[in-house]
Every structure is written in structure tokens, then in C-alpha cells.
């Protein structure tokens, strides 16, 4: 293995080993913490930025069809039930739908989720991969809709069948709001021309799940990039952030920039977005921008660590992720993002998720690309 192979590997191990890193819990702080420990190790003074957070912990979350119970998790931005649930006649009382976790991008699960006429409502996660591929939460802090739950793709006919036969169902989703604290990692390095747009290298560090792969990559990538600019004179200022709340509609972008008024406006600043996936094990790798001089940057750069994108779409609609925020706010960006099999799957582990010389030789674009735009 390569130097770089082997920090790559590490990191990756040290992640996957802190739990899942939900938003509030101890599997994020785990994360943080570790986060801003590699960071300063290289010499980075590392400033948290706590912001005040009401973390949902379910209570209990289950389908009951015949007496029997089948587990689930809930919705985040659904209303929760009581302790006794919603009982009503499954397929009609309490619909059900399949979706993948991308359908929360397309606007089909919100569609779904508005349409009158149902009490409840259980999603039937299909993943690349079976299990509970959960869909983000975009709306955590203003729930709606009907009280839903997701149930694992493995029981996919069963319920199938219940529906069919429009038995008698019960739906729990019982769960409660805790106060309390969540974290952005944040570094800023300044540069030599404080006069001009300051350069924000953004990645998630925050999942339903380990998300090893999902979240891993965009982490490496995060530190290989600091590493790199640390050791670099610097014409512009630089602020990495590593932000918590992305499966609940990017609560911590949205501090980071509340901090921070117009930086993702047209004028305000250049960023770097290390999205989902990225070396994860099979993976896509896509490279998108709104800005053609970004684009050509990051394809050189990729090109020369050796590891050309597959695809580099121009984005017609608003993309997935953080970078949709940006994107929305008329806001310069250049992202990269992966496709992963095991994509919002607690099978998203080390070491089978990840292709560790990929993630390598993507950090070393990454790299390449926010020294040169620190540069020019």
C-alpha cells in the first residue's frame, strides 16, 4: 500500500469503529471529536460550532398485521403516534408505498406524503441491497403528513400481501424530542488577499447508519485536502467545515451559513463539496459544477491523480445533497459524488464498502484541486 493508502485505511477504520453517526448521538460526537483530533494533529486550530438541536429518539416503531409485529424505523419529519398507535385497514387506512432513498430528491415521497385520504403510512425501503435504506429527512424540523414508518425490504411481501388483502393493521411510531447540542468541525486558514472570496471545502459527516463508505470518503478527502493547504502559502482565505445534520435536511449547513450571511450567494464564496460515496466499493463517480472554469479544474485534476470521472453532468435541475442548497442560493460550486450499493444501509461497513485505492486517488484530487484554487 501506499502512504497515502495507508492514512486512507486508517481513517476509514477509525470511522466505521464510533457506531452510527446519526445527529445528536454518540456515535456523532465520537466522530467529531476524532474529527477535530486528526485535524489538529496536523497542526489545524479547530474551532467547534455547537448550534441547538432536538434529537428524536424512537420510542417503539413497528407494523402489527395478525398479531404479529414487524420492526421499523420511523419517518423523521412525520409526526410520531401515542404509545397505542393508529389502528386502521392496511393498503387503504394506512397506505404503503416502496420507494428507494433517493425518491426524497425526486419529490415523489413528498407528493406521496401530502395526498389526502390516508391516517398512516409504512415505506418499503428498497435499497440497492436488502434492509432499512432510510430515507433522508428533509423537513426534521417541521413534520408532516401522515405518521410513517419504513420497514426493511425483506419483508417486502408479506406486507405486500397484507395490503393486497386489505387485513387489519396497527402502526406505532412512538418516539420523543430530546434537547441537545450538535457540532460543525471547523477549520479557517487565512490567506494572503483577504479582499477576495474566501474558498469553503464542505464535506457531511453525518448518516443514519456507520455509512463507512457513504460518509468515509468525503472525510479522507476532507483531511487529505487540509493536509495539502496547511503546508501551502495561501492567496485566499479557506474555511473547511465538516457538518453534522445531513439526513435531516442539512440542519448543519444551514448554522454554518446562518454564521456566515451571503457566502452562498453568487458574490459570497467558491466551495468545494465532498459529497456521498466516493470510493465506495463499485462506485460512480460524478463530478458536478454550475461553473465551467470549476469543472475544468476538477477534471484536470482528477486526470492527473488518475482517476477520471464517469460522468459529469450540467445541472439542469438542482443536484442531490448539500450542493443543492448552494445551488438553489446561486452559490459557485464544484462537487463530487459517488454511487454506493449499500447506500443508507447499515451494511455500509469497512471493509467490504470500500475501495481504499480509489478513495485515495480521489483525496489526491481533491487535494490537487483545492490547492489550486486557493492559488488562483
Not at 474551532?47 to 424505523?73: H, K, M, N, Q, S
Not at 439526513?247 to 448554522?255: I, K, P, Q, S, V
Not at 464517469?310 to 448539500?322: F, K, L, N, R, V
Not at 481504499?356 to 489526491?364: E, L, Q, Y
Amino acid at each position: 500500500m501506499t502512504e497515502a493508502e495507508i492514512r486512507t485505511a486508517k481513517w476509514l477504520q477509525a470511522w466505521d469503529v464510533q457506531g452510527p453517526h446519526r445527529t445528536g448521538t454518540a456515535g456523532d460526537q465520537a466522530g467529531a471529536d476524532w474529527l477535530a483530533g486528526e485535524a489538529a494533529a496536523f497542526g489545524a486550530e479547530v474551532t467547534v460550532e455547537e448550534f441547538a438541536f432536538e434529537r428524536l429518539d424512537p420510542i417503539e416503531a413497528y407494523l402489527e398485521i395478525g398479531g404479529e409485529r414487524i420492526a421499523g424505523v420511523p419517518v423523521f419529519d412525520a409526526p410520531p403516534t401515542d404509545a397505542g398507535g393508529i389502528d386502521g385497514v392496511f393498503g387503504e387506512t394506512i397506505a404503503v408505498a416502496e420507494l428507494p432513498p433517493r425518491a426524497v430528491y425526486s419529490g415523489e415521497f413528498e407528493r406521496l406524503r401530502r395526498m389526502p385520504g390516508h391516517q398512516g403510512l409504512v415505506v418499503v425501503c428498497a435499497g440497492e441491497a436488502p434492509g432499512f435504506a432510510l430515507i433522508n429527512a428533509e423537513q426534521f424540523k417541521a413534520p408532516y403528513g401522515a405518521p410513517a414508518i419504513h420497514v426493511s425490504s425483506e419483508v417486502r411481501d408479506a406486507v405486500g400481501a397484507a395490503a393486497r388483502d386489505g387485513e387489519s393493521a396497527r402502526l406505532v411510531s412512538h418516539s420523543r424530542r430530546t434537547a441537545t447540542r450538535a457540532v460543525n468541525i471547523v477549520v479557517s486558514l487565512k490567506g494572503s488577499d483577504t479582499t477576495r472570496q474566501p474558498l469553503v471545502v464542505m464535506t457531511p459527516r453525518s448518516s443514519w447508519w456507520q455509512s463507512t463508505a457513504e460518509r468515509g470518503g468525503g472525510i479522507v478527502c476532507w483531511l487529505e485536502s487540509l493536509r495539502a493547504l496547511l503546508a501551502q502559502p495561501l492567496a485566499r482565505d479557506v474555511v473547511f467545515t465538516a457538518n453534522t445534520g445531513h439526513e435531516l435536511g442539512h440542519l448543519g449547513l444551514d448554522d454554518f451559513v446562518a454564521r456566515r450571511p451571503s457566502w452562498d450567494q453568487p458574490d459570497g464564496a467558491d466551495w468545494v463539496h465532498y459529497g456521498a460515496n466516493l470510493g465506495a466499493a463499485g462506485s460512480v463517480l460524478s463530478l458536478v459544477s454550475n461553473q465551467p472554469d470549476l469543472r475544468a479544474l476538477g477534471l484536470a485534476a482528477l486526470d492527473e491523480a488518475g482517476h477520471p470521472p464517469d460522468d459529469i453532468p450540467w445541472p439542469a435541475q438542482p443536484p442531490s445533497g448539500e450542493t443543492r442548497d448552494i445551488h438553489r442560493a446561486g452559490g459557485r460550486y464544484l462537487t463530487l459524488v459517488g454511487s454506493n450499493r449499500l447506500f443508507h444501509l447499515p451494511q455500509d461497513r469497512w471493509p467490504h464498502a470500500v475501495d481504499v485505492p480509489a478513495v485515495a486517488r480521489i483525496a489526491d484530487a481533491a487535494a490537487r484541486m483545492v490547492v489550486a484554487l486557493s492559488r488562483g
